[in-house]
């Protein structure tokens, strides 16, 4: 039992450090179930719990973000900093958008207008990725 205390942080930052790997390596905004599937290529013992909870802990550390898509699944990006998404109604692909600056005046405007501190706003954009908009024309 002790010696599985000790051992355990190193097991733990080994666990993360293969998630986040993962997480960088794709631009798919994927889900845990996805993430665990890759983690598993290196690690083949981790357990789906081991993903999810590891997961939380690096979105708490601010390494990683959370993508809420409906009340069912959660997404995950391995980019911490703020920025908009496109979502395909069609066939669900999360995209990064390009070229569009996070707006941070509409956080101090909200802020101002309302009298609440405001830390950041999430924008998430809904259409056809390019795609799914040629297979249906
Ligand atoms: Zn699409
Ligand atoms: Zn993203």
């Known amino acids: 039992m002790r010696e599985r205390e000790i051992n355990k942080p190193m097991r733990n930052s080994r666990q993360r450090a293969a998630i986040l790997e993962v997480l960088k390596s794709t631009k798919s905004h ?3 179930d996805w993430i665990y599937e ?6 083949p013992n981790i357990s789906l ?10 979105k708490e550390m601010g390494k990683i973000m959370e993508l809420k898509c409906g009340e069912k699944c959660s997404r995950y990006d391995g980019n911490p900093e703020n920025h908009y998404h496109f979502i395909c109604v069609n ?4 995209f990064d958008v390009e070229g569009v600056e996070v707006n ?3 956080d101090q405007e909200v802020s101002e207008k309302n009298r609440w501190e405001v830390f950041h706003h999430c924008m ?3 259409g056809l990725c390019s795609e799914c908009s040629k297979k249906n024309v």
């Open 104 to 106: 941070k005046k509409i």
């Open 30 to 32: 994927p889900t845990a």
């Open 49 to 58: 719990g081991t993903v999810y909870r590891n997961l939380a802990v690096l």
């Open 124 to 126: 998430e954009f809904y």
């Open 91 to 94: 066939c669900g692909q999360v």
């Open 38 to 43: 890759k983690v598993r290529e290196k690690i």
